[in-house]
C-alpha cells in the first residue's frame, strides 16, 4: 500500500493555465505539508496543514492555494501558471507531537510541473 | 535565518568503501530532531536515519550511521561499505519550529565500482 500518493506524477500545461495536485496519504498523521524542489534540487517549505487547519504559509505567491478537505488529504491548487513555477512538488505527511514536534515526515513520489 | 550547510555539493566513494558527508546547522532550540534522506535518480525521498537532538548517542541504521555534535552543531552522515545502490543525492535537514523541514542544498554522491 502506498503511504504518501500524489497525482499526476507528472504534468505539462501552457502558461496561464490553472491546475491542480492531488495528495492522499493514508498512514492516518494529522499533519501535511506541501514542499517545493527548485531546478537546482534546494527543497522548500510552502505550506502545512494540522488537522485541516494551515499552520505554516510560507512566501509564496498567493496563486497558490493549498485546500484540505480532510486530515487525510492535502490538494494544492495553482492559478494562472507562470514559467517560475517549474519544479518538482512534494507532499509529505506527519504526525503532530506534543512541544511543537512531529515525527517523521513521509514523502510522496513528487509531480513534475512543467509549464510551457 | 535558520540555515542548514552542506558543504559538499558533490562527493565520491569507490564500491565497499566509507564515506562521510557533512552537515552544520544553526538553532536556537535545545530539542529537535535532525534527519538525513536520500534522493535517487527516482526522485523519491527517502528516510535514511534521524536523530533526536537530546539523545547522546548516536543513530545507527545498518551501514549508516551519523556523527552528532550537539555543540558544534554538526551532524555527519557515515555511509559503511558502499554500495552502488548508495549513488543518490543525499539531504541534510533540521526540525523547524513548527514542524516543517529545513533542507540543506545536497550532496550528490557517487560509488565508482
Known amino acids: 500500500d502506498t503511504a504518501v500518493s500524489q497525482t499526476p506524477k507528472y504534468l505539462v500545461t501552457q502558461m496561464g493555465n490553472d491546475k491542480s495536485i492531488k495528495c492522499e496519504q493514508n498512514?492516518?498523521?494529522?499533519?501535511m505539508y506541501w514542499y517545493k524542489q527548485d531546478s537546482k534540487k534546494f527543497l522548500k517549505i510552502m505550506f502545512s496543514y494540522n488537522n485541516k487547519e494551515l499552520i505554516i504559509n510560507e512566501t509564496v505567491p498567493n496563486r497558490f492555494s493549498p485546500k484540505s478537505p480532510d486530515k487525510a488529504h492535502l490538494n494544492l491548487h495553482i492559478n494562472s501558471l507562470e514559467l517560475g513555477d517549474s519544479a518538482v512538488y512534494f507532499c509529505a505527511s506527519s504526525q503532530f507531537m506534543e512541544g511543537a514536534t512531529t515525527d517523521t515526515q513521509y514523502f510522496g513520489p513528487g509531480t513534475r510541473l512543467t509549464v510551457l | 535565518a535558520q540555515t542548514v550547510t552542506q558543504s559538499q555539493p558533490e562527493m565520491s566513494v569507490q564500491e565497499a568503501e566509507t564515506v562521510t558527508l557533512s552537515c552544520t546547522y544553526d538553532?536556537?532550540?535545545?530539542?529537535?530532531?535532525l534527519f538525513w534522506y536520500k534522493q535517487p535518480p527516482s526522485r523519491q525521498m527517502i528516510l535514511v536515519i534521524r536523530?533526536?537532538?537530546?539523545?547522546?548517542q548516536n543513530a545507527t541504521e545498518n551501514r549508516f550511521s551519523v556523527n552528532f555534535q550537539k555543540a558544534a552543531k554538526s551532524f555527519s552522515l557515515k555511509i559503511s561499505d558502499s554500495q552502488l545502490g548508495d549513488a543518490a543525492m543525499y539531504f541534510c535537514?533540521?526540525?523547524?519550529?513548527?514542524?516543517?523541514?529545513?533542507f540543506g542544498k545536497g550532496t550528490k554522491l557517487s560509488v565508482k565500482p
Open positions: 536523530q533526536e537532538a537530546y539523545k547522546q
Open positions: 535537514a533540521r526540525e523547524g519550529s513548527q514542524g516543517n523541514l529545513i
Open positions: 538553532t536556537s532550540e535545545s530539542d529537535y530532531y
Open positions: 498512514l492516518g498523521h494529522d499533519t
